[in-house]
């Protein structure tokens, strides 16, 4: 069993689920009579894992450009079509024993916070959803060209932030629609604005109030400076990040989400724009190497790392078949075995705020409980990616036995 506090793993072990929650962990000695016992002595049992940056409620095409996507999708796709392709997005990710995930916008005006509540009361399943609602941003948002007269139609996307005052109130309007936290572009590249220092102070100051976290979408160190300035609690990307801000997440203890793809997903990505399978691309060795250098520095700097995969673009797999990339892209880059794990359980759990009901396997928590087959420290990626059981809240949604 992996214990993601210590993060070790340990043997021997029982879990005890009633109802929805772990009621112990125990040495094992026998199996009393009067319970329904799962054996999964022949596997590795983990708490359910977490992508900490999903888009459920989003989807785009390789060869697609984003702002134009998101304009057709703002005009031709209704509320009810979008919420219910985000829910078979959703659903994908217990599959891979993904039992929570945090999404960040791009959910038109709350359709987020409601599959969150459709899973919730039992509508439909899914992971725990940690909806933040529309995000935050300058004016423009990150929906880039659009003409004077057709502005209105980010106001459905985003949330724009126009002064400081307007900030608040932001955050207040979340606040009544029941998010989980709030989620602000520090940028909105290509787009050239972004919130001030000021701004998101206010929304910081407003969110804290009210017990929320805020995490910051960041493409440039300057507005990665800015929000560690101004008091986020996580950075979303965090691409052209400098040491200098690292040290000050560091010491500040600010979550850093790094999302970026292995060498066989950005191969994939690259046929799909038509490049040969063959073929040599400079810029993904680029680009992996600047990933794998960021990490690297992140991690040396004692930076919190938290797990997530931001994978929107449809590759051919499902969503929670293209989330499981994030494993293999943490490892390619360095990271070791046990410390993915603790990314996508206890250290997630912490950013959210929620480390006793979710990512360990404790008494009280909520009976997320997934196994794996094969030997997660010598053959990590196969391993994390043939799940063969699969609880969530004490309900079995994959069995070994079927």
Known sequence: MYDSKTNALVENKWIHVQGSKINSVEDF??????????????????????????????????????AEHSVKSLMMETDALRALRGFKRAKSYLDVGITSIKDLG?????????????????????????????????????????????????????????????????VREHVNQNVDLIKICADNLPNNTVLSVEEMKAIVQTAHSHKLTVTAHCVTNASAWNAVEAGVDGIEHGFNIADSTLTKMAEKNIFLVPTENSRAYMNTYAQLLGHSSGEELPWI?????????????????????VAGS?????????????????????????????????????????????????????????ADIIAVKGNLSKDFVNSIETIVFVMKGGKVYRNVAE
């Open 29 to 66: 000695i026998e199996v009393p009579d009067d319970v329904e016992f799962i054996d999964l002595s022949d596997y590795t049992v983990l708490p359910g894992l977490i992508d900490a940056h999903t888009h459920v409620l989003f989807s785009q095409e390789a060869s697609e450009d984003f």
């Open 285 to 305: 060795n680029k680009y992996l190497q600047a990933m794998e250098n960021r990490l690297s520095k992140a991690i040396q700097l004692n930076v919190p790392i």
């Open 106 to 170: 791009n959910s038109g005006l709350f359709l987020d916070v409601a599959l969150r509540d459709a899973i919730e009361e039992g509508t439909v399943a899914g992971p725990r959803i940690f909806a933040s609602g529309p995000i935050m941003g300058a004016a423009g948002g990150q929906i880039y060209g659009v003409s004077p007269q057709h502005q209105d139609l980010i106001d459905l996307e985003y949330r724009i932030i126009k002064s400081v005052d307007d900030a608040k109130n932001a």
């Open 310 to 366: 931001d994978n929107y673009t449809d590759i051919g797999t499902t969503r929670g078949q293209s989330s499981q990339d994030m494993f293999r892209t943490y490892y390619e880059a360095g990271m070791s075995p046990l410390d993915i794990l603790q990314s996508a359980t206890y250290i997630s759990a912490v950013h959210l705020k929620k480390e006793n009901e979710i990512g360990q396997l404790i008494p009280g928590a909520n």
